[in-house]
């Protein structure tokens, strides 16, 4: 699957798309084929304040549980309440389905992240 352009992405494999004065967090497609099928997804605590690298969320699968991290520092506004009841959504279309919202303390901040070519060539 090519790797989207429109967003930024972290070494720990989460992608970063802007979305008005917030950022749409979800896991790259390469994540969701390496933990299988999701079975769970959730932990979000909306409301919370985190620094970057810190657990926003926690997805499971079949084979193995693993923590989302927030990508930039700043406060989880929402949780993808479609996930709850359909984690499977995320390994059907990884770059289709956001997990969690988060408005950065400083937007400018996911400009240190990587760009589609750079995640490519870590992953």
């Known amino acids: 699957m090519s790797i989207p352009s429109d967003r930024k992405y972290t070494a720990s ?3 970063v798309k802007a ?3 917030v950022f749409l967090v979800g896991i790259t497609d390469d994540a969701q084929d390496q933990l299988g099928d ?3 997804v959730g932990d979000v605590n909306v409301g919370a304040k985190l620094a970057v690298g810190e657990t926003a969320a ?6 193995a549980a693993s923590d989302i991290y927030a990508p930039v520092a700043g406060e989880i506004v929402a949780f993808n309440e479609s996930l709850g009841d ?3 959504l995320i ?3 990884a770059y289709e389905h956001w997990i969690f919202k988060i408005r950065p303390d400083r937007a400018a901040d996911v400009d240190g992240l990587l760009d589609a070519s750079a995640y490519e060539a870590q992953a």
Request: cysteine-free; hydrophobic content about 45%; proline content about 5%.
């Open 86 to 88: 359909a984690p499977a």
């Open 38 to 40: 999701l079975v769970y």
């Open 91 to 93: 390994n059907e279309a």
């Open 19 to 21: 979305d008005g004065d």
């Open 13 to 15: 494999h989460e992608w």
């Open 58 to 63: 926690v997805v499971e699968s079949v084979k």
